[in-house]
């Protein structure tokens, strides 16, 4: 197993804004680089992995050159990386005109390696090449933004970037499809007459037919713009006979206009009241149905307690002058009561949520409750031995007390039984030896002495060993009903206290499923509201719309009317002064008519003139490409086959990145759930996930959806998008960090360049935090992050030493173009 590496030490001289060269020592822990904008703290990351790779982020990207990394003010300059276990790296730059030429320079495992030699090895030895080392290494604001904060596209196009999908895209953009199409597409158009041929035949029957058709549509052409001539000029000398006759009509223009647009008005109303099919429309039929139609809506208002509403109602008197206004009145309480119909689909959207969470809790705490019960099966056995022993023996208490009542019975009882036997062995030696002295005082021995030692060894001879041996087995038990019931007795206690969290968990899932019945009897009787309120608003909508048409038909009618009479006493104005409004109206009657067919042939003319520039422009081009026609098609067959075999690759290259992208998203999801768990310390929030969604966007490609979401207690999945800051930055460094930790490399440090250029006190704070638990929980054991913000130096700090977490802080001062580094804890 390889030693995974940290950085000891980098050495920088003239490099970017630096001039002189400058020493930053790093240790083990966390390195904050602080100092205001412009005092170089992205330059010293920026130098990290110019040492690493040769390049940098900016450079790559183009947006600065090689030879911009030497200081303004010198022609050279040099990076010395020192990493842990002695591997160092050197890079001079030298200007040469508008570029620099690098001469690099590493030492690994004691060989000295030096030109094309360094890259590859240094790759090797780290197990992390330039692009990787930019994925999940190199942590900046834009990283954590577009993760944070970002849309689901912005993410997505990230997490694809972190993968390594990018690649996969590449090299599927670099495929030339979009040329092929151009080709294939100019070869179809120069097939095009020949394509267009069947379709000729289909729809004039062959080329001799369609060519008699342009003959036709040239004909009927001519026709149409005499006729449009002929129309015109004929409608051009109505116009001049209108002009004459009004000439005569001095005074009266007005009234005549007057009379004009009333009649085409009135003969407009009528045209279109005959179109609808209404012939008459009756006042008190709309009233009528009007009070219907107000008699049921106060029902249901009242009965969907909308009382205000249901009164304003009631007191609304319906006349055959005043239709409209109460039409306009009930529909406006009628709103109400559809916007009620509205408010119940939300709380029973509501309700269906809640009783989805309490589903969600009610399966997790039968599971517990099954489980619970499964351990106390398992212990019943156990837990009625040891209540049988207790039943007989008593608590282990009176037990322990029993046995040292008979140990102590026991030693005393061995004893007097050992006095015993060794007295009457004295005895028996004195009797059996006839001893003249006692052996034991010196005293002479009589004959009544030795009667009285035959006596006292008859006495002796009876000895307690049956007493001696029932207590030793009384003993022997026991000890073993003890052992026994010290071995039970845990488990009487976990089945106690399971018995207890079981009785806790069926209340609870009680509790829940009371619940649950009560939130189906509100559903049930709002989706019962909500079906007749539904066909209520339905049939009333209905309703009302229909008496709103009679009503819109009723002042058609009263219009028109209105309109005959005001026609007629003006036709009778123009008649007393002497005006023959049958010949004014004639002449109006023939231009409305020659304005109407012109409108006709124009629209026709430009209908057969599009047909026939199309039919010509067919024709023409049957036979124009001088190419044989079977060429071209053996060459378009070609290049489709290609195209073909390219959207074949394609598509293998989609089959690799779903592959890959599924393998990464395996992984990444154990590890992102885990280390979430290390990091959020509170009990809201029981995990981290990732999910993505893949939709083939057809030539656009595989698109990419990815969710970030954190999981609440019972398993109930947030998106990142509904979380606070601080929990989103959770989520997002748990993600980066499962990248990180999911990739086989031998490096052990993350750089962090500005990641939070936020000040929010809360985002600082938590960022702070997280940190520390990066190296406290051992995901990572060395953190460089650079940052203007001195409360988030201060907060990291805190955090640092809060923790027992090893920190230094590396200053950076600015004097004009000066730069200096001041290394310490602070």
Do not use: W
């Not at 780290?126 to 933004?145: A, Q, S």
């Not at 119940?344 to 705490?365: H, K």
């Not at 399971?498 to 009785?503: F, G, P």
């Not at 806790?504 to 007749?532: C, G, M, N, P």
């Amino acid at each position: 197993m390889r030693v995974k590496v940290r950085i000891s030490e980098l050495t920088i001289r003239d490099f970017r804004g630096f001039r002189g060269e400058h020493r930053v020592v790093f240790n083990d822990g966390i390195n904050i680089i602080h100092g205001p904008v412009g005092s170089g703290k992205t330059s010293i990351v920026q130098a990290i992995e110019y040492a690493l790779y040769g390049t940098q982020l900016e450079v790559k990207e183009r947006v600065s050159k090689l030879a911009d990394l030497i200081n303004e003010d010198s022609n050279s300059s040099l990076v010395k990386l020192v990493l842990t276990n002695g591997v160092e790296i050197v890079r001079e730059l030298k200007r040469s005109g508008e570029t620099a030429r690098e001469s690099p320079i590493a030492m690994i495992n004691g060989t000295r390696y030096k030109g094309d030699d360094v890259n590859p090895k240094i790759i090797e030895f780290l197990g992390v090449d330039d692009d990787d080392f930019e994925r999940f290494v190199l942590v900046t604001h834009r990283t954590l933004e577009a993760l944070v904060y970002g849309s689901i596209t912005k993410r997505s196009i990230f997490i694809d970037k972190l993968f390594g999908l990018e690649i996969l895209d590449n090299l599927n953009k670099s495929l030339p499809m979009s040329q092929l199409e151009e080709l294939i597409n100019r070869l179809r158009q120069r097939l095009a007459s020949v394509k267009e041929l069947p379709e000729i035949i289909v729809k004039y029957g062959s080329i001799e037919k369609a060519r008699e058709k342009v003959r036709e549509l040239r004909e009927e052409i001519d026709k149409l713009r005499k006729e449009e001539e002929e129309l015109s000029n004929t409608y051009n000398d109505l116009l001049k006979r209108r002009e004459e006759i009004l000439k005569n009509f001095k005074g009266v223009e007005e009234v005549y206009s007057n009379y004009i647009a009333i009649r085409i008005r009135r003969e407009n109303l009528e045209q279109e009241l005959e179109r609808v099919g209404v012939k008459e429309v009756n006042e008190t039929s709309i009233r009528l149905r009007l009070e219907r139609l107000r008699d049921s809506l106060i029902e249901k208002l009242e009965e969907y307690a909308l009382v205000k509403e249901a009164d304003e109602v009631s007191k609304l008197v319906i006349t055959n002058d005043n239709l409209a206004e109460a039409a306009e009145n009930i529909y406006k309480a009628f709103e109400e009561l559809a916007k009620l119909k509205d408010k119940l689909v939300e709380d029973r959207e509501y309700l269906s949520n809640v009783r989805n969470d309490l589903e969600i809790q009610s399966e997790s705490l039968k599971a517990s409750l099954r489980e619970l019960e499964a351990r106390l099966s398992q212990e019943e056995s156990r837990v009625r031995e040891y209540r049988a022993l207790v039943s007989k023996y008593g608590e282990p208490i009176k037990v322990r007390k029993d046995i040292e009542e008979l140990r102590s019975r026991l030693e005393k009882l061995s004893s007097e039984e050992s006095f015993r036997i060794s007295l009457l062995n004295v005895l028996q030696y004195i009797l059996s030896n006839h001893e003249e002295r006692c052996p034991v005082c010196n005293r002479p021995l009589s004959e009544e002495d030795y009667e009285n030692i035959k006596r006292r060894i008859e006495e002796l001879s009876k000895g307690r060993n049956d007493e001696i041996e029932e207590i030793r087995n009384k003993l022997n038990e026991l000890e073993k009903v003890l052992t026994n019931m010290e071995t039970l007795l845990p488990i009487v206690n976990d089945y106690e206290a399971t018995v207890e969290r079981a009785r806790d968990v069926r209340s609870r899932f009680e509790a829940v499923v009371s619940k649950l019945e009560t939130i189906e009897r509100s559903i049930r009787d709002i989706d019962r509201r909500i079906q007749a309120l539904t066909r209520f608003v339905d049939e009333f909508r209905a309703e009302i719309d229909d008496i709103d048409r009679a009503i819109s038909y009723l002042r058609k009618y009263r219009e028109l009317n209105s309109l005959k009479q005001q026609e007629e006493e003006l036709r009778q104005q123009l008649s007393n002064l002497g005006i023959d409004t049958k010949t004014v109206t004639s002449i109006e009657d023939q231009i409305r008519y020659l304005d109407e067919r012109l409108t006709q042939v124009r629209a026709k003319l430009g209908d057969d003139s599009a047909e026939l520039s199309r039919l010509e422009l067919a024709l023409s081009s049957l036979g124009f490409d001088k190419e044989d026609p079977s060429v071209l098609r053996r060459r378009l067959d070609f290049l489709e086959d290609f195209y073909n075999r390219l959207v074949r690759i394609r598509a293998g290259i989609r089959e690799v990145q779903a592959r890959v992208r599924d393998e990464m998203i395996k992984i990444v999801r154990d590890n992102v759930g885990a280390i979430f768990k290390l990091l959020y310390p509170y009990n809201d929030l029981e995990g981290a996930g990732i999910e993505v969604t893949v939709r083939d966007r057809g030539v656009v490609g595989v698109v990419s959806e990815y969710t970030l979401y954190a999981i609440r207690p019972g398993g109930r999945k947030v998106t990142i998008s509904r979380l606070s800051d601080g929990q989103r930055l959770t989520i997002t460094l748990s993600f980066l960090l499962s990248v990180y930790r999911a990739t086989n490399h031998n490096v052990d440090f993350l750089l962090m360049d500005e990641p939070i250029p936020y000040v929010d006190v809360n985002i600082r704070r938590a960022f702070a935090a997280l940190l520390t638990r990066f190296v406290s929980e051992g995901l990572v054991g060395q953190v460089i992050i650079t940052t203007q913000s001195e409360d988030l130096v201060n907060d990291i700090v805190k955090a640092a030493e809060e923790t027992n977490v090893k920190y230094s802080v590396i200053r950076l001062i600015k004097e004009g173009n000066e730069r200096r580094i001041i290394q310490g804890t602070d």
